[in-house]
């Protein structure tokens, strides 16, 4: 048996993810307009979608209130429940990406902002394999992971991502390191709790792939009609070298 790599520890920083990250407003404006370019225009009103790694489930509930079947599924059972307040009437379930077995129920399979912690081809492969499996015939699988092609060449050697409001804040800093193709994130949290502020640490790992060898995984376990789509190119400022696949069971 293969032993997996960890996961990245996303139970300190819950509250903070659910009041800060992937909010309804670019949801609704960024993520649901590509969506809806990409495959939702083509999908019959009550079709089934499950959302990869859906956090506090803020995505399953914008395509819920469209009027699709929606699923979320992640390894965090802090973020889960999150996203069991915010899509009620959405099903979710609590297991790892590479290890999950689903019967073939799904039009579309989504993940965003997901695979980039999964830190091999082996492991990627496993992935694509669970989600081949989960697809009706003919269904599609949507995702995003960075692309090394793209960002070696120009990653600096850090760049941070901060947000903030009145009583969360959340610091991620990548630090790169080049042999392996990895950043290393240190990750610090703040949350006003009674008047007090707690602190939370931790590292997070992000892998970037070589653009082939994610084709080549998806080619191996099935997939079929390929496409790719640096996320410059459809429309976003600054893209850290991430890409948007598209493709067919
Ligand atoms: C950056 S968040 C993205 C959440 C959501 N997709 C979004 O766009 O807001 C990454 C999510 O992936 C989940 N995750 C990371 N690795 C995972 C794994 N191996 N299995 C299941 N979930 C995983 C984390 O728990 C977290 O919810």
Known sequence: MTLLTSIPNYEPFARIENELKSTNQEIVEGIIPLLEHLILQHLPKEARILD??????????????????????????ELLRYARINAPESEFILSDIREFDLPPTFDVVLSHIVLLFILNAEELTSVFRNVHKALRNNGVFVFTIPITDWFHEIAPPTFNHVNVNDECALIEIFHYKPEQRIWEIQVTGFELIENN????????????????????????????????????????DDSDGMACFVCRK
Do not use: E, M
């Open 52 to 77: 990869l790694g859906c956090g506090s489930g803020k995505l399953v509930q914008q395509l819920h209130l469209r009027g699709y079947q929606t699923t979320g599924l992640d390894a965090s059972p």
């Open 197 to 236: 502020w707690k602190r939370s640490d931790t590292t997070w790992l992000r892998k970037d792939f070589f653009l082939a060898d994610v084709r080549s995984a998806l080619d191996k376990v099935g997939f079929t009609d390929i496409s790719h789509y640096n996320f410059k190119d459809l429309g976003a």
